[in-house]
């Protein structure tokens, strides 16, 4: 019957179902080798069942060796992750934290958001990589940045992800344009808007590909585009009378006191995507890690 399974004995059983040899096993191990043997017998008396083969070369594992080694991987596995995540726990209060987001979510976000992070983490260092959605993505996968804030619209599913917020984007007019009155403003059927000037951001960009999928579901064939690579360029345009032009409710907030064009939601319910923060799966975050997702969060909270 097994009693205990310490962290010694399972990788010294580790080891020699790597080795598949006890002599080299116990080199590796700075062991003798009578004293592995003993070892491992000990440890096959516990669990009631022979864990090797020992009648084979090389080493081989029986049945219920296979579920020990399996189960031993396991466990040594969650005892390491364990033990990282209370050393960051420890040590989250010193350090540098990268962030990856486009220099538009940077303006509406980091000034509301990191004055609080730095009363809780004073020594914690908070080092940006501003650029597009899509470079962003492939920071976080390349490990350039640690976390990074993007529309969780057509991303890699290969990453782990908290939404932080739900952002509406909004078509802009300089003019009026025939619309429906709504709950918090007017709202545009977006097929209305066909053989309308657009402005839009270039692609591949990730707003443009919502948009071009908008387009495409509601027909919609514009009788001209303008393209920028900016999204402030884009509403400024829009403002001044050039077309009209789809951008993020949070561009409109920053762009205040700008005198406001015509703003108007798409469909009765609005178009909505989630923005959320994105990193590897095989990173462990820390305490400061969490707390910086959660005051992003809390921004429009």
Not at 45 to 68: D, M, V
Request: aromatic share 6%; net charge neutral.
């Amino acid at each position: 019957m097994l009693h205990t399974l310490d962290t010694k004995q399972l990788q010294y059983i580790l080891k020699v179902a790597e080795c598949q040899n006890i002599t080299r096993a116990a080199e590796q191990l700075f062991v003798s080798q009578p004293a592995l043997s003993h070892f491992i017998s000990k440890a096959e008396e516990e669990l009631g069942a022979k864990i090797f083969n020992r009648g084979t070369t090389p080493l081989t594992l029986t049945q219920a060796g296979e579920k020990y080694v399996k189960t031993a991987r396991m466990i040594l596995g969650l005892q390491e992750s364990l033990k990282q995540e209370i050393e960051n726990l420890k040590d989250c209060r010193s350090g540098e934290i990268t962030l990856g987001l486009s220099d538009m979510r940077a303006t509406v976000l980091l000034p509301f958001v990191l004055p609080e992070f730095r009363r809780l983490y004073p020594n914690v260092a908070i080092r940006t990589v501003e650029s597009s959605s899509k470079e962003v993505e492939n920071n976080v996968r390349n490990g350039v940045v640690e976390i990074g804030i993007i529309p969780l619209y057509d991303y890699g599913q290969d990453l782990s992800a908290s939404v932080l917020y739900d952002e509406e984007l909004l078509l802009v007019s300089a003019s009026e344009v025939p619309s429906h009155h709504g709950a918090t403003r007017n709202w545009v059927s977006l097929g209305d808007m066909t053989g309308k000037d657009f402005i839009l951001l270039h692609r591949p960009n990730r707003i443009r590909r919502a948009v071009d999928a908008m387009f495409i579901e509601h027909g919609v064939k514009p009788k001209s585009i303008f393209e920028s690579c900016n999204n402030m360029t884009v509403y400024m345009m829009a403002a001044s009378g050039l077309g009209l032009a789809i951008v993020p409710d949070s561009v409109v907030r920053i762009m205040n006191p700008m005198p406001i064009p015509r703003v108007y939601s798409i469909g009765k319910g609005g178009f909505h995507w989630n923005i959320g923060a994105i990193w590897r799966e095989d990173m462990v975050l820390s305490g400061a890690h969490t707390q910086l997702i959660r005051l992003l969060k809390n921004r429009y909270v």
